[in-house]
């Protein structure tokens, strides 16, 4: 199915491409055909994902951008418009998180996640959807999510967020429906990637043991998805989220809930 050339003659932007899961879709996407433009907050990381692409100017690009700002998001999507011409394309993968249980949690550390993986992914969208999308009457948007399907027990704020954006891909599938823009999401379990290093080996390890897989994911699996979906082979999928997560989202917790507080009062 993914034949060289599939993504000839398109452009697709990956927020977060630098590294990880991001830089996985980029090289996925270039390999079939695709120019991108990779962005995020740090320089370095942009470059280094070029790097790591290893393909000319006119097939690659990097640009600086923090989603958590609209403007920025905007000049982003020019910018995309100005190298290569247009955008059919837009990964939402740019986010961040850090574990804390709830009570521990601040107002602003809390604000600050919701800020940058619901409000950014936002600004993104519209950006991408108003200034190259809508416009061309096609569009695909791909939102990285998480694993949230029974809540995000020691991370409420980005389940809180992610489950915000879950949403917001369903209501964009259907209002942009009519202008060809599909929108759709993957939420992958845990993947061992650059973001996964500040988790530490024990909650990797507890990760594996309650995956029903018994391993954790690559990046470059999670791509395959986000590709397919960015792709017309997924001509009549939008509003949908895809697991990728090894059966996580059905079964064991990391998070575990105290037995030796003895039983809960009931009614
Ligand atoms: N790995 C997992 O197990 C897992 C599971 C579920 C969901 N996810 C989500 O999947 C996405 C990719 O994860 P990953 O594992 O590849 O981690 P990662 O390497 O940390 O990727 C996150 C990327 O987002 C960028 N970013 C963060 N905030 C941004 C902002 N405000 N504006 C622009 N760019 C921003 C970062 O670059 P800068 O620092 O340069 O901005 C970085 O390149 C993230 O949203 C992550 O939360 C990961």
């Not at 009519?178 to 290093?197: C, F, K, L, M």
Request: charged letters at 20%; a neutral charge.
């Amino acid at each position: 199915m993914f034949r060289p050339g599939l993504f000839d003659g398109q452009v697709a932007i990956v927020t977060g491409g630098g590294t990880g899961i991001g830089l996985a879709t980029a090289r996925e996407l270039t390999a079939l055909g695709a120019r991108v433009v990779i962005a995020s907050r740090s320089r370095e990381k942009v470059d280094a994902g070029l790097a790591a692409l290893g393909l000319p100017a006119d097939r690659a690009a990097g640009r600086t951008c923090d989603i958590r700002e609209a403007e920025q998001c905007d000049a982003l999507v020019d910018a995309a418009k100005e190298a290569f011409g247009r955008v059919d394309v837009l990964v939402n993968n740019a986010g961040g998180q850090f574990p804390s249980p709830a009570e521990h949690l601040s107002s602003r550390g809390f604000e600050a996640v919701v800020r940058n993986n619901l409000s950014g992914t936002f600004h993104m969208t519209r950006a991408a959807a108003t200034r190259a999308m809508i416009p061309a009457r096609r569009g695909r948007v791909v939102n990285v999510i998480a694993d949230i399907a029974r809540g995000f027990p020691g991370m409420v704020h980005t389940g809180a967020a992610r489950a915000g954006v879950e949403n917001l891909t369903k209501t964009l599938a259907v209002e942009w429906a009519a202008h060809h823009v599909q929108v759709n999401a993957v939420a992958p379990g845990t993947i061992v990637s650059s973001g996964t290093a500040q988790y530490g080996d024990a909650l990797l390890e507890a990760a594996r043991r309650a995956t029903p897989a018994k391993r954790l994911g690559t990046p470059e699996e999670v791509a395959r998805v986000i590709v397919f979906l960015a792709s017309d082979l997924a001509d009549y999928v939008t509003g949908s989220t895809y697991y990728i997560d090894g059966g996580s989202s059905l079964w064991g917790d990391i998070w575990g809930i105290d037995d030796h507080a003895g039983p809960r009062p009931g009614p």
